[in-house]
């Protein structure tokens, strides 16, 4: 039988070729799967930034609709004398502007404007702003005239203390119980009530409770905004001002009802004063677009964060400046403040959390979008 096999095999020419074939297909593999990886990540690092920006926008956005709620465009009165300055939480140890009145009573804004009050990035500074509307969903406590006995006390009811300084409520009031089936949180140290009645407005910071009164101690560490102020040398902006509707107080006791006239039932409500701004300490080099409910911890809501300029649209009724960024703000030698703001405008840059491998770089994006403020826009039309 005769051998059929074969000892003989490629040539070296044949193996080269072969193998500069294999290469050239492997190459092409290769580089289109490179740039496959690039265009996936280049994808990946700009829906990073896209939901950054929309994280941080959407939120904002939110709340600067409901700035002035229940409060109203005047803002809310605030006590005056020597040395009373009232902290602002920020980035850094801030006041708050207060505006004048046509009477001169000083006012806290429903939105009070931080031109550049912002950490810098990248070289240029950033904005912060500072909201103060009421909690929706915290149910109203009223303090009626004649006030109710203790032991008559209903849940939705409250006395104030002659000397202003705390409230009486139900034991069972969702303020200090809360309601677990409503999802209403109780009342915590540090939140803020608003005060108002046909008398005026006022705001206080909650120092302590107990199981019938929530207090509102002045000279407290617990108070950071120094708002409690019962000993101020003008009445506006305390809470015995609201009840007795005097232009001055002399003495902080007070009879129920007041000795002069009955006054109007106050009506009490769980304020919201929500700051926003750029944190660029917590991780050096990683600033994040933060929201501060009160001053209680801060919470971090987007990064990267690199740009936060915030402008406002302004109504007098006549001029009616717009885009106007630093307040208060003079126009022909008009004086404009943070009391006529009715729309804010807002640009927000942010960038990826990584560098795209394409370009070496992050992958940057950015919004403009203005928002009118509900609760400062309305206009009364009809007069009574």
């Known amino acids: 039988m005769p051998n059929i096999s074969r000892e003989d095999g490629f040539t070296i020419t044949e193996l080269l070729i072969s193998t500069t074939i294999v290469l050239i297909v492997l190459s092409g593999a290769l580089q289109t799967f490179n740039q496959g990886l690039q265009i996936n990540d280049a994808g990946t690092q700009l829906a990073d930034a896209n939901q950054n920006l929309r994280a941080g926008t959407n939120q904002l956005v939110r709340d600067i609709m409901m700035a002035g709620r229940i ?50 990035v990248n070289g240029a500074k950033t904005d912060i702003i500072t909201i ?152 050096a080099g990683t600033p994040r677009l933060t929201r501060v409910i009160n001053h209680f911890a801060a919470q971090a809501l987007a990064g990267v964060v690199e740009d936060l300029d915030l402008s406002y649209d302004l109504v007098d009724g006549v001029v009616n400046p717009v885009n106007v960024g630093s307040l208060p703000y003079t126009l022909n030698s008009v004086v404009y403040s943070a009391s006529q703001i009715r729309k804010v405008n807002i640009h927000m840059g942010v960038r990826s959390e990584v560098m795209s491998k394409p370009a070496q770089d992050y992958v940057r994006n950015h919004i403009s979008t203005s928002v009118n403020v509900r609760s400062l826009v309305a206009i009364d039309r009809y007069t009574s």
């Open 71 to 120: 409060i109203g465009t005047d803002g809310v009165s605030m006590p005056t004398g020597a040395g009373i300055t009232f902290a602002r939480p920020g980035p850094t140890t801030l006041n708050f502007d207060l505006v004048a009145d046509t009477d001169s009573t000083l006012q806290m804004p429903s939105i009070q404007s931080g031109y550049q009050l912002g950490p810098t």
């Open 132 to 283: 103060l509307t009421i909690d929706e969903f915290m149910p109203v406590v009223v303090i009626p005239n004649p006030a109710p006995a203790p032991a008559s006390l209903a849940v939705g009811e409250g006395i104030l203390s002659a000397d202003g300084t705390n409230v009486t409520l139900s034991a069972t009031s969702q303020w200090l119980a809360g309601d677990t089936a409503a999802d209403t949180p109780m009342i915590q140290v540090g939140d803020l009530v608003f005060y108002k009645n046909s008398n005026g407005n006022a705001i206080q910071t909650v120092t302590r409770k107990d199981a019938t009164h929530i207090y509102f101690d002045a000279n407290s560490s617990n108070d950071f905004f120094h708002f409690n102020q019962p000993t101020a040398t003008t009445a506006p902006g305390r809470p015995l001002q609201v009840m007795k509707g005097a232009a001055t107080i002399a003495t902080d006791a007070w009879t129920s009802p007041p000795a002069a006239a009955a006054a109007p039932q106050v009506t009490l409500f769980k304020a919201l004063m929500i700051t926003y701004y750029v944190d660029n300490t917590t991780v």
